[in-house]
C-alpha cells in the first residue's frame, strides 16, 4: 500500500543534543509537510517542499531545518533541542494538481522527548 | 484574517446516540474543506474532501455536509471505536499548499 513512514516513531534526545527525524513516501507526491503537534494543540506548521523549493513559514524558529535529497525523501534536523520542542512531529505529503497542493496525507509522526 | 472554529471541544457520547460535530470556518475563497481523525500518539488519518456548498459524503457511520460558513461531521449510531479526536482543515482558494486546522473535537463514545 502506498503510504507515508515516519522513523523513528518515538526519540528521545538530550537538551542542545541535535536529532534528525526523517520521512519517506511511497505515494510519489510531489509536495512534502512537516508539522509539529503538541498535546491536545492543532498541528503547526515548520515548512514543506513543492518539489525541490523549500518554503520556511515565518514563525518558525531557526533551529529548525529541512532537506529533501528526493522526492521520496525528507528530513528534519533540529541543531539545539530545548525542553520547549518536546512535541510530535508529523509529516504529511499531497501532490500539486494545476499548480495547486491537493488533499494532504499524514505519517504516524515521530514521538519526541527531551531530556 | 482565515480561521477555524470547531464545537464541541469535548464530546461524550452513549453507544448509538447520533450527533453532530461543527467546524466554522472563515477563509478568503475556499479551495477546499477536510476531516481528519486523530488517534492518541498517531498521525491525522484522511476522511474526506469537501469542495464546493452543498457537497455531502458518506463513510460508514460519517456523513460530512458543506455550506458557505461551516462544515458538520454527522455520527450515526457511533460505537466505542469511533471515539477519537476529530479535525477539520481549510484550504485558501489563494495559498493552497496550506492547510489552516481547528483545534479539534475530542469525541468519546461510551458501550
Known amino acids: 500500500d502506498a503510504m507515508v513512514i515516519q522513523n523513528p516513531r518515538y526519540q528521545v534526545t538530550q537538551f542542545g543534543k541535535p536529532v534528525t527525524l526523517s520521512c519517506s513516501q511511497t505515494l510519489n507526491h510531489n509536495v512534502m509537510y512537516w508539522y509539529q503537534q503538541k498535546s491536545s494543540q492543532a498541528p503547526k506548521l515548520l515548512f514543506h517542499y513543492y518539489d525541490k523549493d523549500f518554503n520556511n513559514e515565518a514563525d518558525t524558529p531557526d533551529n529548525f531545518q529541512s532537506r529533501r535529497p528526493n522526492t521520496s525523501f525528507c528530513f528534519l534536523d533540529i541543531r539545539s533541542p530545548g525542553l520547549g520542542d518536546a512535541a510530535m512531529y508529523l509529516c504529511?505529503?499531497?501532490?500539486?494538481?494545476?499548480?495547486?497542493?491537493?488533499?494532504?496525507?499524514f505519517g504516524p509522526g515521530t514521538r519526541l522527548t527531551v531530556l | 484574517e482565515d480561521q477555524v472554529t470547531q464545537s464541541p471541544e469535548a464530546l461524550r457520547l452513549q453507544e448509538g446516540e447520533s450527533s453532530s460535530l461543527n467546524c466554522s470556518y472563515t477563509?478568503?475563497?475556499?479551495?477546499?474543506l477536510f476531516w481528519y481523525r486523530q488517534d492518541p500518539g498517531k498521525g491525522p488519518e484522511f476522511l474526506f474532501t469537501l469542495y464546493s456548498a452543498g457537497e455531502e459524503k458518506e463513510k460508514e457511520r460519517l456523513k460530512a455536509t458543506l455550506t458557505k460558513k461551516e462544515s458538520f461531521l454527522h455520527i450515526t449510531a457511533p460505537k466505542p471505536e469511533d471515539s477519537a479526536t476529530y479535525l477539520c482543515a481549510v484550504q485558501a482558494a489563494d495559498n493552497t499548499d496550506k492547510l489552516i486546522f481547528g483545534t479539534g473535537t475530542r469525541l468519546q463514545v461510551f458501550p
Open positions: 504529511a505529503t499531497s501532490r500539486a494538481i494545476l499548480g495547486r497542493a491537493d488533499t494532504q496525507y
Open positions: 477563509v478568503s475563497g475556499l479551495r477546499g
